[in-house]
């Protein structure tokens, strides 16, 4: 069974930084990308960054520039770098792994809250 262990997240004033990390185990099949996604009161769940196995990143407009996604050397953590913070990050973050084992299939982690004070 997949699990995925996310920290990181707080409370942080506007411009601050912090660093989230997502760790995977019980991965059986192929992972073909890890990334985080979040979700703010009242809205939908949207994509924040995702990153493949060969490092190929893709980033919402929103965090452009200000946002880093990494993993380690294992390929089963993934890292999430935010700089810059404004107060609409604010929301609960969510740890992704997409995996392909004769169809694909997504698992989340538990979500970790982050809010930006102004």
């Known amino acids: 069974q997949v699990h995925l262990v996310g920290s990181g997240g707080g409370l942080v004033q506007a411009g601050g930084s912090l660093r989230l990390s997502c760790a995977a185990s019980g991965v059986r099949f192929t992972i073909n990308y890890m990334g985080w996604y979040r979700q703010a009161p009242g809205k939908q769940r949207e994509l924040v960054a995702t990153?493949?196995?060969?490092?190929?990143?893709n980033y919402a407009d929103s965090v452009k520039g200000r946002f880093t996604i990494s993993r380690d050397n294992a390929k089963t953590t993934v890292y999430l770098q935010m700089n810059s913070l404004k107060p609409e990050d604010t929301a609960v973050y969510y740890c992704?792994?997409?995996?392909w084992g004769g169809g694909s299939s997504d698992y989340w982690g538990q979500g970790t809250q982050v809010t930006v004070s102004s």
């Open positions: 990153i493949t196995m060969r490092g190929i990143t």
């Open positions: 992704n792994v997409n995996t």
